[in-house]
């Protein structure tokens, strides 16, 4: 495994030990950084290669991958730089380590940036898992997602996305053309054991 800095990004790499299985973007929520998502990637697609990029925008010294104005009210603006930079970032990796498109497996704000690349530039991602995220931007731009994979995870007990949220951004990405599965666990906004085996089972289906 490695960690450099030459990228554009600060983050860690391993390669697949079974390159049959889809790379992935791992992006980790506020506070965290590119070692928190690694053993749930293992569990999830151990044979995956695994991109895990450090957040660089920091709120109280606490990394994030775009600005928030409060707790879920966004900076959108930065939503959309960021995202694209994010996305620059995985063309700029897959091209260095050899990697086929990936699939994004972020939690909370790693999730909702997710999301937003998604919509902004759908083509540097294979799919997305989507751990307690919410709409990233109020007004996406038309992005054609057809055939794209999205799972969305949220918590029935979330006190950071209400539920009605989690079911408009499956309502976005649906309407843009991609294969939505949303699973409501009996969770808060926290990543638990229950959230491995959903999507452990919808990575093996891709
Ligand atoms: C966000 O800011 O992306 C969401 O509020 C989730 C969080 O980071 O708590």
Known sequence: MSITAEF?????FKPASEPVQPPLLLLHA????????????RMISPGSAQLSPRGKVLEGGMPRFFRRLAE???DEDDVRRRARELAEFVAEARETYGLAAAVAVGFSNGANIAAAVLQLRPEALAGAALIRAMVPLQEPPAADLSGKPVLIISGASDPIVPADNAKRLAAL???AGATVQH???PAGHGLSQTDVAPIKAWIEQL
């Not at 506020?30 to 990637?41: C, V």
Request: aromatic share 8%.
């Open 8 to 12: 554009s990004f600060v983050h860690r």
């Open 30 to 41: 506020t506070g965290g950084n590119e070692d928190d998502l690694l053993p749930l990637g």
């Open 72 to 74: 879920g009210v966004f």
């Open 173 to 175: 990405l649906k309407s």
């Open 183 to 185: 699973h409501m666990l």
